[in-house]
């Protein structure tokens, strides 16, 4: 399993499936991941149930993250994700290469379609079905931490909401982190801790640094 979050940044993690067809597969990975993301993944897979290179020993093939769900950590273990995915074809979409953060769904056209040779026949852009969320202006303390590919933390920082809602969050940073990249955050005064996506990053009049992020697997509580 191949994940590049940015175009100077990924990782790889071997996992087990849990269940898999021709048209798609479902196992847990350590490392966060969100909807609408492409894996690169290579599998041992039984040749009755490839639609693509038959006579090679190892099937390569590209899958759309479909959805994410965070499994209940058990005692002294790290976070979990158990995540179900649609393969989409041998070869990315061509704006892949330029931005391996975009997000992608299933085309219509391709509702019944396998994969084939070239994912960007069964992919169109990401539309999130989210209703909009009012953020508010609350200061929330916040631990940020960006995670190496081994998902260890190579940076952190204690920092506060600009803004927060839901769905998301604005926080003033110090720290340069890529769009695409998945960061943890953690606050004491909620006692919780969510994954989220960084989707921009700005700098306000008063010149203090600030990322905008995506919660990813679960909603903040106001």
């Known amino acids: 399993m191949h994940c590049r979050e940015t175009l100077d940044f990924d990782w790889a993690e071997i996992t087990r499936l849990n269940d898999v067809t021709p048209f798609g597969a479902g196992f847990t990975l350590k490392h966060v991941i969100e909807k609408g993301r492409l894996l690169h993944m290579t599998i041992p897979m ?115 909401t600009e803004s927060i809602s839901p769905k998301g969050a604005t926080l003033f940073t110090s720290l340069t982190i890529a769009e695409g990249r998945f960061v943890r955050l953690s606050s004491q005064q909620y006692n919780m801790t969510v994954f989220a996506a960084v989707r921009s990053s700005s700098k306000g009049a008063d010149g203090i640094g600030r990322i905008h992020v995506e919660f990813i697997d679960r909603e903040w509580p106001l």
């Open 46 to 160: 039984p040749r009755q149930l490839r639609m693509f290179d038959h006579i090679e020993d190892q099937y390569k093939v590209w899958a759309l993250v479909r959805y994410v769900r965070p499994v209940p950590p058990a005692v002294d273990q790290g976070p979990s994700f158990e995540v179900g995915v649609a393969f989409v074809g041998k070869h990315p979409p061509r704006s892949y290469d330029d931005d391996p953060a975009k997000r992608y769904e299933i085309a219509n056209s391709a509702t019944e379609q396998g994969p084939g040779e070239d994912a960007d026949q069964m992919l169109g852009p990401f539309g999130s079905t989210e209703r909009e969320y009012t953020r508010h202006s609350i200061p929330v303390e916040i631990l940020l931490e960006a995670l190496d590919e081994k998902g260890v933390v190579v940076y952190s920082e204690s920092t506060v």
